[in-house]
């Protein structure tokens, strides 16, 4: 998807990067289906639960810290 904000085109995407090989296929799969027919039938389709993700680290430093650190950490 592509969005224009006073200007800036953004353009937003899916993270695939937790998804495996077979996933993609699967999802690539299930897409045609449906493109092609306008319908698919899941009844006989295994549903697979993951665990979560880990949380994400905790940062060494404070938000208030690293907007008002004067340089000296790199700013993104």
Aim: proline fraction near 7%; charged fraction near 30%; aromatic fraction near 6%.
């Amino acid at each position: 998807d592509i969005y224009t904000i006073n200007g800036v085109y953004l353009e937003s995407r899916k993270r695939r990067e937790h998804l495996t090989d077979e996933d993609l296929h699967k999802n690539k799969a299930l897409l045609e289906g449906i493109t092609r027919s306008g319908n698919i039938n899941l009844d006989n389709a295994e549903i697979q639960r993951r665990k979560s993700l880990p949380p994400p680290i905790v940062p060494p430093i404070a938000w208030e810290e690293y907007i008002n650190c004067n340089d000296k950490y790199v700013h993104i």
